[in-house]
């Protein structure tokens, strides 16, 4: 089985334009979530989608949004970016019943965004 | 809030040694915790996973501890291969669907 593919791999993009990235989980997996990666914060939340619906959010303002398809692919939007939005974001599908403690994340190998 | 602390930042031991990395935490009350491997340039990738209620796991090389009364985990790799050098991670979730939070890791190298 194909793992998780997130694209672009890397990104750079002038302050107070938008991105979009998309992530196309494992088959037959449900649920997508998505996490930023910056070394001063470590792994954070943003929100995670299952059957089309988001089911979940973090503490992020409103300038990250995203949505699932038909398909389970997700695609997350950032709009007027800012320096600080300059990190690793990392997508992860799980299966079934989407992120429950007793199934592991999938992760892929994120895309790189720079903010200049 | 909730706090989850990992070990120092980084970890260097010998080749052959046992590891042993630590996660504490408060402010929580974790149905599951995990543990996960993450290389440079590369997302995190599953380990073990553990319960509350059991005290112990064990995989290969790995073994997992829990002790919800001191609200820590303790991550082992027994003789540890340089191949074992990344950053690990331990993430906590409680039950009902809410969301995994990640301790910010662990840079263990193993040195030959």
């Known amino acids: 089985k194909a793992g998780v593919t997130q694209t672009p791999r890397y990104l750079i993009k002038t302050r107070g334009q938008q991105v979009t990235l998309s992530c196309s989980p494992i088959?037959?997996?449900?649920?997508v979530s998505w996490y930023q990666q910056t070394p001063g914060q470590g792994l954070q939340f943003l929100f995670e989608?299952?059957?089309?619906?988001?089911?979940n959010k973090g503490n992020f303002p409103g300038r990250f949004s995203g949505r699932q398809f038909s398909n389970s692919r997700s695609e997350m939007n950032v709009s007027t970016l800012e320096l600080g939005d300059s990190a690793l974001y990392l997508c992860?599908?799980?299966?079934?019943?989407?992120?429950?403690?007793?199934?592991?994340?999938?992760f892929g190998n994120g895309t790189r965004l720079t903010v200049t | 809030s909730q706090k989850i602390e990992q070990n120092s930042e980084a970890l260097n031991i010998q080749e052959g040694k046992t590891a042993t990395l630590t996660c504490n935490y408060t402010?929580?009350?974790?149905?599951?915790l995990q543990w996960y491997r993450q290389d440079p340039g590369r997302g995190p990738v599953f380990l073990l996973l553990i319960r509350e209620n059991e005290k112990e796991k064990r995989k290969e090389r790995l073994k997992v501890t829990f002790d919800t009364t001191l609200k820590q985990s303790l991550f082992h790799i027994t003789a540890s291969q340089p191949a074992d050098s990344a950053t690990y991670l331990c993430a906590l979730v409680g039950n009902y669907g809410q969301n995994f939070v990640f301790g910010p890791g662990t840079r263990l190298s193993v040195l030959p």
């Open positions: 989608y299952f059957s089309e619906t988001q089911r």
């Open positions: 992860a599908s799980s299966l079934e019943h989407g992120q429950q403690g007793n199934s592991p994340l999938h």
């Open positions: 402010n929580y009350s974790p149905a599951y």
């Open positions: 088959s037959g997996h449900r649920s």
